[in-house]
C-alpha cells in the first residue's frame, strides 16, 4: 500500500437528495451512506437496527430515534437502487451498514450499478466476514469504534477486515504507524475541525471522514 499517497475524502451521511447533488457537482470522491432495511427494502437512511426487540416495540423506537434526528418520521426513505442510480457512477460509495443480513443484496446491487470505488463498514463482523467472501474486490473496514483499542490488528484481522473506521480523537501516529505495519487501513471519522484534519492527514490516515469535505478536501487537493 502507497503511504505516501494522500487520504481519500468521504463526504459524511450524504443521505438526502439536496447533499448528494451537491457534493456530485464538488467531485468529492467518495459519499459515506448509512444504510438500513424498511419494510423489506434496502434503504438510505441513518437509523439502528431494531429489529431484534419485536415488531411493535421496534417501530416505536424507530420511530423515536428518527425524531431524535429531527427527520420527519411519516419521510419515506430513499432506496439504496435510487440512489446508487442518481449516482450513476460519478463518486464512489461508503456503505455504513446498520443492520445484517443483507449482505448477499448489497453485492448485488453495486455490482448492479458498477459503483467503484466500494467501502462497507459495520460494527457486526460476520457481516464483514460474508462482503468480503462475496466479492474481494469491496474494501471493508471495522467500523463504529469509539475507543482507542488494545489490539485493533487482532480486532481487524478477525473480521478480515481492510482497516478500521475509527473516531478521530483516539487516532494518534502510533497508532496509524501500528495500524499501517500490519498493511491495514485507518479511517478518521468525523472530522469536521480544519487543523485537526491537517493532524490526521500529517498522521497518514487514508481516510477522512467529514460533515464538511468542502472545508476539508482543499488540504489535500494543495
Known amino acids: 500500500m502507497d503511504r505516501s499517497r494522500p487520504p481519500v475524502i468521504v463526504a459524511h451521511k450524504v443521505n438526502r437528495y439536496p447533499l448528494l447533488r451537491r457534493y456530485l ?3 468529492i470522491p467518495i459519499l459515506e451512506i448509512d444504510v438500513s432495511v424498511h419494510n423489506g427494502h434496502l434503504v438510505v437512511q441513518h437509523g439502528m437496527d431494531f429489529s431484534n426487540v419485536g415488531h411493535v416495540r421496534g417501530e416505536i423506537m ?3 430515534y428518527l425524531l431524535m434526528e429531527h427527520r420527519d418520521p411519516l419521510w419515506r426513505p430513499m432506496l439504496l437502487d435510487e440512489y446508487l442510480r442518481e449516482v450513476g457512477g460519478r463518486a464512489g460509495i461508503w456503505l ?4 445484517c443480513g443483507v449482505e448477499d443484496e448489497i453485492v448485488r446491487i453495486v455490482r448492479r450499478y458498477r459503483v467503484s470505488p ?3 463498514s459495520s460494527p457486526y463482523h460476520e457481516s464483514l466476514k460474508s462482503i468480503k467472501e462475496l466479492d474481494p474486490s469491496i474494501t471493508t473496514m ?3 469504534i469509539i475507543c482507542k483499542p488494545v489490539d485493533p490488528i487482532g480486532m481487524i484481522r478477525a473480521t478480515r477486515a481492510d482497516g478500521i473506521s475509527i473516531e478521530h480523537k483516539y487516532i494518534d501516529r502510533a497508532f496509524v504507524e501500528c495500524v499501517h505495519k500490519a498493511g491495514l487501513r485507518v479511517a478518521a471519522w468525523t472530522v469536521n475541525d ?4 491537517r493532524e490526521l492527514i500529517g498522521m497518514g490516515c487514508d481516510y477522512i471522514i467529514t460533515n464538511v469535505p468542502e472545508k476539508i ?3 489535500v487537493r494543495r
Open 25 to 27: 457537482a464538488m467531485q
Open 62 to 64: 424507530r420511530i423515536g
Open 96 to 99: 455504513d451498514l446498520k443492520c
Open 118 to 120: 466500494v467501502v462497507v
Open 142 to 144: 471495522l467500523g463504529n
Open 194 to 197: 480544519v487543523a485537526r484534519a
Open 217 to 219: 478536501i482543499g488540504l
